[in-house]
């Protein structure tokens, strides 16, 4: 490629992008209104964000709050790639592999183009707002200068980076799988900066972050504010080291860039290769090797495969299992916790025993065609329940366990384990009757649509009807625990809970599966449609 040919590649990519934005609001009112209401909100809230940097300017914390802000900046740059792919048309570098286009004008090119959309707008506004907040002297100013287009460039070329060497990923199963998961990650993430802004405030606020922004303004991107920072307190030598790693850094990940771009551009997708790959056996071996022969086996293996693979199934399971873990951690670890938080975990992984056929979708008129009697049905809900335990038996436990160790209540341990484990019971023989009376259809469409048009009030019925009948199921080790709590009783008494819970939780399984066994094989025709519908 000649020279002016590469120098002109880049405004090229600068008028696509903004051809892109511009043709993405043709046609359609309703979205172009959502891009000015949403532009208008992301400069107003710009400006403020600012102006309230601006402000910071001679306060004793201000180098502590920009560092740790640009920080946040760039790892919010690094994971939104990961998590929102689809967001931005030209995140996918494979889309120009077969143009004749040399790696390195092409970074600078995607670089520039990069650059243009609200995004980079407001990186840029937080990024002068930091600086002007820790800008002193004439010194100070000329870093400013420096670091605010050094911040906004470090953090385009790492999400840049990240998504080309992630691009077969995003683009893969696995990668939508992740979009969906995304929103449990937000919502984690803002449990965490809860309670950490509870113990910063209990711990004399500011003053204990300023360890972590020592470490912090010496990792680029940070090292521009970092940069900014040292040159107003007259510390030129620590500002010019942190300008050079700066550099370092952001030449460092354009190279990864273009050595990813060139590794794409050369490199053939995986998928044509498939094949020519000798077949593999996916049903010996591993931890498939451990199952059960016959039906229940491949039952079990269904059923995990769906937690695995089938992104819905996965983001209601891992959203499970992460909030049953937080809610009884945190109250613990906030001083307002009890031991008995610990059947919250088990109660939300209980609820996966809820609607089994639907989650089958229209695949499961393969598994009606192997039901012919209760037997069938029975030997097949026997084994999706045992499939649903083999991961929510040892995750109660680990809760319980992790809960009676922060709260440091090992007495009742026994206690709140049996109950909790009775109460999973409990909820595994509800959920496999309302799999029996209320299924309901699950679409494939729509990462947050579960249920289809018109089996709303079904499903409800079916999930908290069931919660409420696990509660009655439950009710006499719930009453026994709560007797031996606050009478006074043998120390041997509560010990009881654990075995009597196991048994409990046993009983009622059985007694579960084998009434929703005889509805299924009744109801199967009904069941089928119910679960094919939409």
């Given at each position: 490629m000649s020279t002016a040919a590469a120098t002109s590649l880049t405004p090229l990519f600068v008028r696509l992008k903004l051809s892109l934005m511009r043709n993405g609001l043709k046609g359609s009112s309703k979205r172009k209104a959502v891009w000015i209401v949403s532009l208008v909100l992301s400069l107003?809230?710009?400006?403020f964000a600012t102006l309230g940097l601006t402000l910071l300017h001679g306060h004793a914390h201000a180098g502590t709050v920009v560092v740790l802000l640009a920080a946040v900046l760039a790892l919010g740059w690094t994971v939104m790639p990961l998590f929102f792919p689809s967001g931005d048309e030209t995140l996918d570098p494979s889309r120009l592999v077969m143009l004749p286009l040399r790696p390195r004008p092409l970074v600078r090119?995607?670089?520039?183009?990069s650059l243009v959309g609200t995004g980079p707008l407001f990186t840029l506004c937080l990024a002068a707002g930091s600086v002007a907040a820790v800008a002193h002297g004439a010194a100070g100013v000329v870093a400013a200068v420096l670091g605010a287009p050094l911040l906004l460039l470090g953090c385009v070329a790492l999400a840049r980076a990240v998504a080309t060497a992630n691009v077969r990923l995003l683009t893969s199963r696995k990668g939508r799988d992740l979009a969906v998961l995304s929103g449990l990650l937000i919502?984690?993430?803002?449990q965490l900066v809860n309670f950490a802004s509870q113990r910063l405030a209990q711990q004399g606020g500011l003053t204990a972050l300023e360890p972590v922004e020592a470490v912090v303004r010496w990792l680029p991107p940070a090292t521009a504010v970092g940069m900014v920072d040292s040159a107003g307190k007259g510390a030129y030598a620590e500002a010019a080291a942190q300008l050079a790693l700066t550099l370092a850094a952001l030449t460092g990940l354009l190279w990864f860039w273009e050595r990813s771009l060139?590794?794409?551009?050369?490199?053939p997708d995986g998928s044509t290769l498939a094949a020519a790959e000798p077949e593999k056996d996916r049903r010996t071996g591993g931890f498939w090797s451990f199952l059960p022969a016959g039906r229940t086996g491949a039952a079990m293996q269904r059923?995990?495969?769906y937690v695995v693979r089938d992104p819905k199934t996965k983001s209601a399971w891992v959203s499970a299992l992460a909030v049953g873990m937080i809610v009884p951690v945190f109250n613990a670890l906030q001083g307002t916790g009890s031991l008995y938080l610990a059947c919250f975990g088990a109660g939300m992984l209980g609820v996966q025993m809820y609607n089994q056929f639907g989650q089958d979708t229209s695949a499961f008129w393969m598994v009606a065609q192997t039901i012919s009697s209760p037997r069938d049905a029975f030997v097949e809900l026997r084994a999706r329940a045992a499939a649903l335990a083999l991961v929510t038996v040892p995750y109660t436990v680990l809760v319980t366990t992790v809960t009676a160790a922060l709260v440091g209540n090992w007495e009742r341990y026994p206690a709140a384990l049996g109950l909790a484990l009775a109460l999973l019971g409990s909820m595994l023989c509800t959920g496999a009757l309302a799999s029996a009376h209320f299924p309901y259809s699950i679409p494939t469409e729509g990462?947050?649509?579960?249920?289809a048009p018109g089996q709303g009030g079904l499903a409800w019925l079916g999930i908290f009807g069931g919660m409420l009948t696990s509660a009655v199921i439950c009710s006499p080790v719930i009453a026994l625990t709560i007797y031996t709590t606050f009478a006074t009783v043998p120390g041997y008494l509560p010990l009881l809970i654990l075995p009597l819970g196991v048994a409990w939780a046993a009983l009622a399984t059985w007694a579960g599966l084998r009434l929703a066994s005889t509805t299924v094989s009744r109801k199967l025709p009904e069941i089928l449609a119910a679960v094919s519908k939409g």
């Open positions: 107003a809230f710009s400006a090119a995607l670089l520039a183009s919502a984690i993430g803002a060139t590794r794409l551009m050369v490199t059923t995990l495969r990462a947050f649509k579960n249920v």
